[in-house]
Every structure is written in C-alpha cells, then in structure tokens.
C-alpha cells in the first residue's frame, strides 16, 4: 500500500508535457535556422539578379555605340569626301547627349601619309564647319614626323573637346593600338582604358573604333583602300552614371577594370576603368561578371552595400523561433493539464454514467415519436447527432447515413447563407431562437421545402448543440408559386413604368412599385399605411392638412366620374434623403380600392429655375449679368425721369487681376472674383444693384442720390470711397493673402437724356481715366474724355500708317563689358510724319493693347537680324551682339520660334550674336511651353536675358530650368544704388545670384561713373546707360563703336 500511494503521488502528469517540450525546442531551431538560411538565399538573388541586371544594361549601352558607329561608318564608305559641315550635321541629329550619354564625341580619325601632311593640313583648314567657322588653326599635334599619321579630323560637339581636333594619337599608345587593331581586323576595336586630356576629373575613358575603307572605283580591281576610322570617346564614369539614373545600380558597389583582349588565354593584369566611392572590399555576397566590349573583356566585380532584405525579414527567423519557443511552452502547460483533466474526468465520468443511460432512454422514446421531423446538430461542425424517424422519411435517408453527414450537405446552397447567419446570431447571444422557411435536398435529389425552427441546447451555458425542429411545407410552397407566376408579368409592367404606382384600400399601402420607392425613398416596412407615408413625406403638420385636403376633394370628385379618374394634384414632398421633390398625384377609383399614380416633377422645375437664373445671373458670383443690368439701369433711367432725380453708374474693374489669373491660375482668380463679389455686397445696399459686366468688372447703379447733382455726386464718391477701401484689405485664400484694388469710373445721370449703353461707355471712360491715374482711385466722366478716347483711336491708325510706311527705326544702345563695347540693345523709334518721334511709352502700351505689337515685334526682329547681317562682315562690328525686347503677346505666340528662325534665315545673321530680352512675368505664364520654347531657339545659337530682373515674380527652381545667358539688373534698383542701403543689398544679391547660376550680369541705367564703380567693385562688369551713350541711330553706334576700338 505505501508504493502504491507513493505512485499516485507522482505528477506523472508531467511527463508528456516534458516529452512535447523537448520536441517543440528542437523544432523551433530548426526552423528559425531553416528560415535564417532561406533569407540568405533570398539575398543573394535579388543582389546577383541586380548585378545581372547592370551588366545587361551596360552591354546594350556598348552595342548601341556600334549601332552608331555603323551608321557613321556607312555614310564615309559611300562618300568618302564627305564634307566636314555634312559629318556635324549628321552627328548634330543624332543628339548624343539625350540618347548617348557618356559619349564625349564622336569623330573621324584620318589615316594621312606623311608626304600628304602638308596638304591635309591645308585642306583641314578650308573645310568649314557646320556653323560656317574656318577651322584656321587645325594643325596636326603633337609635332611629330612620323611615316604615317592618323589624325582626328571631324568631331562632335566641339565645346568641351578642346584639343583633341587635329590630335596625332601616336601619343596614346592605348589608343594607336586600338586603331591599327581596327585597321588589320576591318570590325569593331575598343581601347585599352587612357585618360582623357579634356576632362578635369573622372578621366578614364575608352574609344571604339570601326575603320572605314573606300572601296576600289567600277571597273578597278584591288584592296579597298584605308581612309581612316570613326569612333566615340567614352568617359566611363558618364556610362556607369547614366546606368545608375535609370535604376539598375541599386545597393550595389561595383569596381570595374579591362583584363585585356576577350580571346586571350591569359587575361592580362587589370586596368582600372571604375570603382564606387564605397570601395569594393571583402564580403560574405560578391558576384563577377565580365562583358565583351570591341574585343576586349571588361571584369565587372560587384558587392552590396546596402541589405537587400528588409528589417521585416531580417528579424523573420528570430520571430519564427521566439514564436514556436512560445508555442512549446503553451502546448506543454496545455498537454499536462489536460492529462491531469482526463485522470479527474475518468473518475467523474463512472459515478454519472448510470443515470445518463437512464435520463437517455426516456428522451429517446419522446423523441422517435414526435409528429414532426426533429435532429439534434452539433453546433461547431455542424454534424448531425441523433434524429427522429420523421426526420429521416422527410430526407429519405437512414439514420447511420445521416450521422456521417452535416446539415450543410443536404441544405439548398442558395438558402444556406441565410440559415448560417441566423445560427451564428444565435450562438452568439443576440437571438434566443430563429424560425425560417428553407430548402432540403432529399437522397433521391428532390426538393422538399420545410418550416425550420431551430433552439439552442445549452450545456453549462455554452449552446454546443442545437435543436431543429421541421415540417414539411412543400404543398403551401408550390401553391404561392403558382399564384406569383400569374402575378409576375403584371408586377414587371408595374414596376418598369417610369412613374410611381401604388394601391390604398382601407387605408393600407398594399402594394407599390419600385419607381415610388425610388421618388419617397420609404418602403412597405417604413410606410405601410397612408396615414404613415403623409407624416413622413410632409413632415410640416399644416402643409401636409393642405395638401391632404387637396387630395381628399379630388379623390371625392372622382367618385362621380363614370370613369373614376382622379384629377392631378401638383404638392411638394420631402423624400427620406431630405431631398424635396415636386410630384404630381393622380389616379382611379377602383371599387373599394384606388390606385395612385406619382410623377416626379423636380428635375424639370429645377432646369427651368436653373434656365430663369442662369438668364439674368452671372453663375461665377450670383450677381445679376449684364442682361439684367441692363434691365434695371432702364428702370432706373425711367424713375429718375418721373421724380426728376439724379442717380450714377459706378464702373469697377480690378487692378492687375489679368498678372494674378496668369501668374497664379484661372481657378485662383474665379476664386478671388468671388470674394471681391462678396466684399462688394457688403458694401452696395440691398435695393441698389451691383452686377459683373464681365471679366474682372462691376458696375454699381445708384438711383435716388437726391434732386443735386453735386449733391449725388458726392454721395457716389462716399459709396466709391467705402468700395476701394474694402478692396484694399487683404483676401486670405486657403491661408495666403492676395492683394487687389480697384479703378473706378462715376457717371452722373438725370432723366432719360443718356441711353443705358451710353451711360456705361461713359462710366468706363471714367475708369480707364482712374487707371491712368494711378488705379486704385475714382474719376467722374468728363466730356474731355472723349477728346481723349478719339485721339488714341486716331493715334493707332497712324501707326497701322506708320507700319506700311516704314516710319519705325531701331536705335541701338551700347553695351560695356570691362570697357569694351561688346554689344547693343535695339530701341524702336517712331517718326511721325507730324509729331516728329513719339515717345515708346506713348505708343507701345497702345500697340499691346490693340494687337499691333505681334506686327512691330516682328519688324524689329528682322530689321535686327538684317542689321547683324550687315555687321558680319566687319571684323569689329561683326563680334558684336544685339539684344532684342520680346513681348508676352509676342513671345506665346504658336508661330514666334518660327518667326525667329525665319528672320535669322531671311538675313544671314548668325543666330549666336541675336539675344532675346524676356521680362519675369512672361516666362510663369505656360513654363513648359515657355522653356520648350527657349531650348529650341538655344539649339540654333540665339541667347536669352532676363529683363529687368527683381521687379516681378521668380522661382529658383524654373531659374534653374531656364536656358538664359544672362540677368539684367532693373535700373530702378540702380538708380539709388548709392544712397538706399535695399537698392544696394538687391543689387549684390542678384549679381551673387547669378553668379552662381553661371549666367551674365548686365545693369541697365547706369548713369554716373559712381554707380558704375560701385557695380564693378561688387562683381558686375557688363552694364548699358547714358554714362556712355544714349540710344543712337545706327550709323552713329557704328561710329561710336570704332571709335571705343581705335579704328
């Protein structure tokens, strides 16, 4: 008995809890380790597949410069005297910076015998290149005599090659060698690595070769004969960078070097072409890989440099091993207790066993003999537990066939989803019970529809089981089924009509169609009777006793048609969206029933209101148009006659709104319009009108100032005053502020002696009178106003005159840099036949506004390029460079580049000596149109200057996109550059500015040798004004300009 005690003692319990532990360390470390090795192998492929990847690239790269080199090679084996000017054209086209980037140049490298030295030589420098230029210093270097020379005759581009036209390459053995290579092989030859004598930094580069030879002339036999080869230079560290742009570089460190030629046996000892600032070292990951590049093997060695696994994954295979060490630990607590449980069960389990049998027997024989079908299911799984007899005759199964089945077996799928939903809902608390009516599948395959009531069996609290009760309903199923056949074709006509169909008796809402339910918005459960359906459609008690009272009297009249036809009944509901409808009710008395029909009238009155607003209001700010205007100015005109009062038309237009809507948007400046319109009802009274007569203008209409007119006069200056005053203030649009002010013209009226459109005229004379005056004010019309307006009518048809008459004539003012005459500004002058010259700012902001600026920016165009063409041909005159005043109009013009282009070609000028000024507000106006634009003219030479810089609006960032040459200084800063410390300060700033964007720096108005010392000590040497000279005629600027040069 002690042993036997002593072993009931022991947690033996515990022991298989021990066993799972054991299993479950071992198979978290297996894990963790299996999971750390596959993250490895993850890395290393996507690393291996990055290097890849960089390899591909650079060999495409490589093959589209033979690509290119076929092609030029091509166009020297059929011509081969071709011209030097044809091999720039053609290598202009090719765009090598856009599609080659990491080509130097691409050239042709002559083969020359050293007995025709001399005249190579001599021939080089006759050949022109593509812009015209004699090459008169092409001498072959380095001075060498030599049996044979191959020399690099054409190249491009020229900028940034300096010194390799004419260069012998005996010097760079590298380079000879791929030469003679190409010479002996006739196919594509690439150098050993040398430096490139043109570059400062990064000068490792490589050339590929193909040579070119002539082939024997029809009917000659013989070898084709050596002319030379073409080839680009490549600098290696442009190649690796381009590849690294476009993405196929990433967290890579790479050391490249050329191990001689591809078919040698013994690769030769590397020559370094490239290596990453994060030098190649010793890691766990690295991957080699070499390309054939002419010839040669390029060694391409490749080591990460950043993880190519995220953190996530990193700290994947600790996870996992932490995660199943957790799992152990909880399977192991959970095996021992459940040994434990089973042991105390077991025990238990003897002491009930006797009664369950018991308790079991009796619900039994209840059970088999129930008058319907009844199965208790286990609520988890779903599988069927016991069930009565007439469960099973009602599926036609046996009971030991349907303990192996689930009730989701023989369920309808389609009424599946319903059952589940109501059982979860009832396990889960919120139903104590659920009935519904559903589909069986009988063994045979039949259909049996049944009546499914289904209660929880609850042991211990938790609903483990639950208890279904059914009864065969299939007969009362096929008998509805037959009635809705003979109903459906009527309800699809009913409820595919375009109105709203119900039908009322005694009160109930017995059917309705879905066109009503789509008008009211409420349904048969939300609306079931009348009386419900009035309370929510018309919430408001004494509207909805109207309208029911309307309703009712038709209804009683349409019991006395023989037809029984309810008349229409137009009311407004309120439909369950809070959206009120307009509806039309009409219908038929039906025996002890009605049918109502509803139309929904709200789309129709709403485009009608919508066609009334939209004709007399402006639909931007809700201010009456100039339709209505109109209107009321003519009632105000009649009024003022019969009371014999005076009134006044104010017309308001905005300052400078025309800079915002550009600079800022047009939805910037509908924005603002809005709140100028709402600032301005703030400010005109109720029964006085305030309307937009379009654009940025308003018109005010004042009616009863008084029986005085000076008396109305000074009450419409108190009105036009409170009106600019309110402008003034700031506008605050999405947290920025934006200032405005008004111009304001005041016509005066009495009676009916002015018609409407002659008061407005008047009063928009009078504003235009305030913007001359310095906008942001008020004028009265004035009779002189009209002298005025006939004389600028008079003075633009003398300039359509002048411009067919050839009156206009370009003045030239001198540039200065470091006190050399370098160029000029061209200046048009008009000479009246009358009025002598008249002043630009008299006839250029009316040549703007009427249009005739495209006409005169064009003449001075090409009366500029004819003059540069003129001045070629001098040696002093021809170096200098004219600068040409755009305007906006002028410049967004579709056809001003071809403009351009055309001048420059109808003269000869050379498009290098043409610079175009632009001022700061043209260039934010469409930037990518404007810097398209400026690129394509740059390619062709011209040049362009920032005008009058620091008076507008500029971003650095289009600063930086812009191709300008250069920055003008706005002589209003130097004006006071002495004696105002800001004009000072911004006058350095933008010479510093410029400076560093690598652009000129040109101040204008310089009139005293004090302001041009002070410009000159701060960095700014180029400068234009009346210091030296005022703008001269031309012959005088040439005089001017020889003189400055001693000649």
């Not at 580069?205 to 084709?224: D, H, L, T, Y």
């Not at 309307?550 to 349409?558: D, I, L, P, S």
Request: glycine content about 8%; hydrophobic content about 40%; proline content about 5%.
């Amino acid at each position: 008995m002690p042993t036997s005690h002593a072993q009931r003692s022991f947690p033996w319990h515990w022991l298989p809890g021990a066993a799972v532990a054991l299993a479950g360390c071992a198979a978290s470390y297996a894990l963790y380790h299996q999971q750390q090795s596959s993250m490895q192998a993850i890395a290393r492929v996507r690393f291996e597949q990055e290097a890849r990847l960089f390899a591909e690239t650079l060999q495409r790269r490589m093959e589209s410069h033979a690509d290119l080199l076929q092609g030029m090679r091509g166009l020297l084996t059929v011509n081969p005297q071709l011209r030097r000017a044809d091999f720039e054209r053609v290598a202009r086209e090719l765009d090598l910076r856009h599609y080659h980037p990491g080509v130097k140049n691409i050239n042709f490298t002559r083969y020359v015998p050293g007995p025709r030295r001399a005249a190579f030589e001599e021939q080089a420098r006759s050949d022109p290149h593509l812009d015209g230029d004699l090459p008169r210093d092409f001498a072959i270097h380095p001075q060498a005599v030599l049996p044979d020379y191959f020399v690099v005759d054409y190249l491009w581009p020229q900028g940034g090659n300096s010194g390799v036209q004419g260069l012998e390459i005996h010097s760079q053995p590298a380079n000879l060698e791929a030469m003679r290579r190409a010479r002996d092989t006739g196919g594509l030859v690439a150098s050993a690595p040398f430096e490139l004598h043109q570059e400062t930094e990064h000068r490792t580069g490589v050339i590929i070769r193909m040579p070119v030879f002539a082939e024997p002339a029809a009917g000659q036999a013989g070898p084709a004969r050596f002319l030379g080869a073409v080839g680009v230079s490549l600098r290696i560290y442009d190649i690796v960078h381009a590849v690294r742009t476009a993405g196929n570089m990433q967290g890579l460190a790479l050391r490249m070097a050329d191990v001689g030629p591809f078919n040698s046996e013994e690769p030769a000892p590397p020559q370094s072409l490239f290596e990453s600032e994060t030098r190649v070292g010793t890691s766990a990951m690295e991957y080699e890989q070499s390309v054939r590049v002419g010839g040669r093997r390029w060694s391409l060695q490749f080591q990460p440099v950043v993880p190519f696994l995220s953190p996530q994954e990193s700290r994947l295979p600790w996870l996992l091993g932490s995660g199943g060490l957790l799992v152990t630990a909880l399977l192991t607590a959970l095996v021992s207790m459940l040994v434990l449980r089973r042991s105390q069960a077991l025990d238990h389990a003897k002491e009930t066993d006797t009664a369950l049998r018991e308790s079991e027997a009796r619900l039994r024989a209840v059970f088999n003999q129930a008058a319907v079908g009844i199965a208790q299911t286990d609520s988890r799984t779903g599988r069927l537990v016991r069930m009565n007899q007439k469960f099973c005759d009602l599926l036609g199964y046996s009971a030991q066939e349907l303990q192996q089945m689930r009730f989701q077996d023989f369920s309808e799928p389609s009424d599946l989803a319903a059952d589940l939903e109501q059982l979860q809902r009832m396990l889960a608390g919120e139903l104590s019970e659920y009935r519904m009516e559903k589909r069986y599948r009988r063994k045979d395959g039949s259909e049996v529809w049944v009546d499914l009531m289904v209660s929880p069996l609850r042991l211990e609290g938790q609903p483990e089981h639950h208890l279904a009760v059914v009864q065969d309903i299939s007969k009362r199923k096929h008998m509805e089924q037959v009635l809705r056949q003979s109903e459906e074709p009527l309800r699809n006509i009913l409820n595919h009509m375009p109105v709203g169909v119900n039908q009322v008796q005694d009160g109930k809402i017995v059917f309705r169609n879905d066109r009503h339910v789509q008008i009211c918005g409420y349904d048969i459960r939300e609306a079931p009777d009348v009386d419900t359906w009035w309370r929510l459609v018309m919430p408001d008690a004494h509207q909805r006793e109207h309208a029911r009272e309307a309703w009712h009297a038709a209804c009683t009249a349409a019991l006395k048609n023989p037809d029984g036809a309810i008349r229409t009944v137009e009311c407004v509901i309120t439909a369950k969206s809070g959206v009120r409808r307009a509806v039309e009710l009409s219908g038929m008395i039906l025996g002890d029933s009605h049918i109502v029909t509803m139309v929904d009238q709200s789309q129709r009155k709403a485009a009608e209101e919508e066609v009334r607003y939209l004709a007399y209001n402006d639909p931007l700010t809700g201010l009456p148009n100039r339709r209505l205007l109109l209107d009321r100015l003519e009632q105000a005109l009649a009024m003022s006659a019969r009371h014999q009062l005076c009134g006044a038309v104010m017309m308001l237009d905005l300052d400078n709104f025309k800079t915002i809507n550009e600079t800022q948007g047009p939805d910037m400046g509908d924005r603002l319009l809005r709140e100028v319109a709402r600032r301005l009802r703030d400010c005109v009274p109720e029964d006085e009108t305030l309307a937009r007569h379009g654009g940025d203008e308003f018109v005010v209409v004042l009616k009863d100032l008084g029986a005085d007119p000076q008396e109305a006069a000074n009450r419409a200056e108190e009105m036009g005053q409170t009106i600019l005053a309110a402008i003034r203030a700031p506008f605050d649009i999405d947290g920025q502020q934006h200032h405005t002010a008004l111009s304001v013209g005041i016509a005066i009226f009495r009676g009916v002696r002015e018609s409407a459109d002659e008061l407005l005229k008047r009063s928009d004379l009078a504003m235009y009178e305030a913007k001359a005056a310095g906008r942001d004010t008020l004028r009265f019309f004035d009779p002189q106003m009209q002298a005025a307006v006939s004389e600028r009518a008079a003075l633009e048809a003398d300039l359509r005159a002048g411009l067919d008459a050839g009156q206009l004539e370009l003045f030239y003012q001198p540039k200065v840099d470091q006190g050399r005459i370098t160029g000029a500004e061209a200046l048009v002058r008009w000479r009246h036949p009358d009025r002598g010259f008249i002043s630009p700012a008299e006839f250029i902001p009316l040549a703007e506004e009427s249009g005739l600026i495209l006409r005169v920016g064009e003449w001075v165009m090409r009366s500029a390029c004819a003059q540069l063409a003129q001045w070629s041909a001098h040696p002093v005159l021809g170096e200098l460079t004219v600068a040409v005043n755009v305007s906006p109009r002028q410049f967004h013009e579709g056809s001003f580049v071809p403009q351009v282009l055309e001048a420059l070609a109808a003269s000869g000028a050379d498009a290098r000596r043409l610079r175009l000024e632009l001022t700061e507000g043209m260039l934010l106006q469409d930037v990518e149109d404007t810097i398209a634009k400026m690129v394509q003219l740059r390619g062709y030479g011209v040049g362009f200057s920032l005008d009058d810089f620091g008076t507008g609006y500029s971003s650095l960032a289009y600063l930086k996109r812009l191709p300008l040459h250069e920055l003008k200084i706005d002589k209003s800063f130097v004006r006071d550059v002495l004696t105002d410390p800001n004009d000072a300060v911004i006058a350095r700033t933008i010479v510093a500015l410029g400076t560093s964007l690598g652009l000129r720096v040109v101040a204008e108005g310089v009139e005293t040798e004090a302001q041009r010392a002070f410009l000159e000590r701060n960095g700014c040497h180029a400068w234009q004004g009346y210091l030296l000279s005022p703008p001269l005629q031309a012959a005088a600027f040439e005089a001017l300009v020889l003189k400055r040069a001693g000649v």
